[in-house]
């Protein structure tokens, strides 16, 4: 990743009511999976690369359901949050809006991210 960027920090709420595995890359890192018990949080912080071309993207597993998410997308996302919390249901993500102190729904990515080198 370039380090001329704005340092960031995603955090993950377990909110499905089930312990959930999140396994988060990017085309540069690949984080591991972590388990995340219910109510429970995951975070991670990176530096967003100078041209806005940051992508994480996670795998979430929880009682036999499988889905893709692009949890950060510099272009989305630098805008609204350098903290960026967000609430995983089985419904799909919902980003915290701290203008509006709400929670904004989002859908599951509809198959595997393909990452293509910058």
């Not at 799909?92 to 729904?105: A, D, I, L, S």
Request: net charge negative; proline share 6%; aromatic share 16%.
């Amino acid at each position: 990743m370039c380090d001329a960027g704005v340092d960031s920090t995603v955090t993950m709420t377990n909110d499905l009511g089930a312990e959930l595995t999140v396994h988060c890359k990017s085309g540069d890192d690949d984080l591991g999976s972590h388990v995340v018990p219910v109510q429970g949080t995951y975070e991670f912080s990176f530096g967003t690369h100078a041209f806005g071309r940051t992508l994480f993207f996670c795998k979430f597993q929880w009682s036999g359901n499988s889905h893709y998410f692009d949890i950060y997308i510099q272009d989305r996302d630098l805008q609204w949050c350098v903290r960026c919390k967000w609430s995983i249901r089985p419904e799909g993500p919902f980003r915290w809006n701290p203008y509006q102190k709400t929670w904004e729904p989002f859908k599951w990515n509809e198959d595997h991210p393909k990452l293509v080198a910058p």
